[in-house]
């Protein structure tokens, strides 16, 4: 084992971070600072305070983790022992682009382990003024820019962070070099490493997985997180063999894991186990099949939480054909789970031992389930955007437009596909058009996820800049002889507020201006208001309908 210390300034750090591809290991528990925790690291740093040492793992060891910057983790790896979250806030206040990107925001929430309202969108702090001089600020109703130049300008390009580089391949001695950092803080969970460990050992899960996983490349599992399998693993073994009456306690945390990796050490025969985890990897695939059967899922990253595929698979662990009934209780459960964020951050580790064993217990008894029902507000849905903010309403939204089937006016349905082809441009998916922002006529709400609209690429292209009504005319005279009976199941199917075209036209009246006088602005944008209300209540009958199993 080798240990260097290097001190580097702002510019050198980010430099590093990105060359590198910088990753966190799963074993390390989910980003848990809050807003006012990333203003007073600024604010240190401003005042040339010292913030602490950044601990790097350099190994060659394949071990999961995550990089910050939304790229592969390399062969050669430089992993986070201490100061993830110093090191992530600093990386996504510099790089606040590479933050807004969909991929990065969405594992970056996931990763949170925090409550659902307390997620940050690095996208929204901006760096204010007062009499006392900058500070860092946030506001989550819009996006703002820092620029890295200012922002290595106000820290100074002579504040040096100390980082210390640990070279060595030996999983013991580097979960204990992170227990020992951690030992006087919060403690983290080492699942991952410490599973990973355990499994190649004695029991070769780790091989298992890998094989499973070439030999069946089309079953989704594919980009499914590793520790998914684990916790169905560990979660399998107490219901099967530690609480065979489901009267124990059920958890996933460090401790449970333990013992868990204890036991399977001790077993003369390993085989029992290699089949609990065997079967895993079976109930995860066949939950993905019937999230992709139901719902159109194609990717786990469509999920509103990718930790509902965890309890989804223990029912398909115990059962693997549901009936009538255990279909309706899941429909129930996938809506009522999702539109509560039940799953995110503080909530999976609370949630799911007590959802596992009601899972079992419906595979096995059809009881119904308990999960009460989420009264739907409009609030839920006023912070997220069309192609940002928290993935997991997005996804909720996304997923229920999709179950409505749309079509077009000429009757074709919406390819999803296509749709969701990264060809698309972010301003694609918006009814009223994203170009009456630009214009200045509306502000941020533009962005509403409830003016989210599914079109082909061929038909937003012809779409362009105008607003409904004009569009969808000239879309009529391009297709020609379209029945009004098509008209009106295209803007049922788009669950759009609008009884007919009569009807959108007279709603987009005050749109159709030319001159941008304070008055008739207002009336434009109390008119889009009223329309995110009308969605809101359309939204608000179809998510209790799916809540209620339909």
Known sequence: MSTKVYKFNLKTLISFIERNHVAVPEFQRGYVWKIPQVKKLFDSLRKKYPIGSLVL????????????????????????????????????????????????????????????????????????????????????????????????????????????????????????????????????????????????????????????????????????????????????????????????????????????????????????????????????????????????????????????????????????????????????????????????????????????????????????????????VKSFFDTTDIKAGRSSVRNIVKLALWKQHPVYIDGNPTNRIDVETKQHSPEDDHFYPFDLYKKGVLGSEVNNILNLHYLNKDQNIRKGKEVPSKWLKSEIEFYGNISIEKINNYLKSELLPFKDLKNLEQFDRPFLIRKKKKKKLNKIRSRFNTFLHKRFLIFKEIFNDLQAGK
């Open 57 to 376: 793992w350099e190994t060659g060891q394949k071990i999961d983790a995550r990089t910050i910057d939304g790229d592969n983790v390399p062969a050669k790896r430089f992993l986070v022992l201490d100061g993830q979250q110093r090191l992530l806030s600093l990386y996504y206040l510099a790089r606040q682009k590479v933050f807004s990107q969909h991929q990065v925001r969405d594992s970056f929430h996931d990763i949170c382990d925090t409550r659902y309202s307390q997620l940050i969108d690095f996208d929204k702090f901006f760096i204010n003024k007062n009499e006392e001089g900058y500070f860092l600020d946030y506001d989550k109703r819009v996006f703002r820019d820092i620029k890295f130049k200012k922002l290595l300008n106000l820290i100074g390009r002579s504040y040096m962070f100390p980082v210390v580089i640990i070279s060595l391949d030996n999983y013991k001695n580097a979960i204990e070099i992170f227990e020992r950092i951690n030992q006087a803080g919060t403690r983290i969970a080492t699942e991952s490493i410490f599973l990973s460990e355990t499994w190649t050992k004695h029991t070769d899960f780790e091989r298992m997985l890998r094989v499973w996983k070439r030999h069946n490349r089309e079953s989704l599992t594919r980009d499914i997180n590793t520790v998914t399998f684990i916790h169905v693993f560990a979660l399998v073994c107490q219901l099967q063999m530690g609480n065979k009456k489901d009267k124990g306690v059920i958890e996933i945390d460090i401790k449970a894991l333990k013992k868990i990796a204890q036991a399977v050490r001790e077993e003369a025969d390993a085989k029992k186990y290699n089949k609990i985890f065997d079967d895993g990897i079976k109930a995860v695939s066949n939950a993905m099949q019937y999230l992709k059967g139901e719902y159109g899922i194609i990717s786990v990253s469509e999920l509103p939480s990718q930790t509902l595929l965890t309890v989804l698979s223990i029912f398909f662990y115990f059962n693997n054909k549901p009936t009538s009934k255990q279909q309706t209780e899941l429909k129930k459960w996938f809506w009522r789970a999702s539109l509560s964020n039940r799953y995110i951050g503080s909530g999976y580790n609370r949630n799911i031992g007590p959802d596992a064993i009601e899972m079992k217990r419906l595979a096995i008894e059809e009881t119904n389930l308990t999960i009460k029902k989420v009264d739907i």
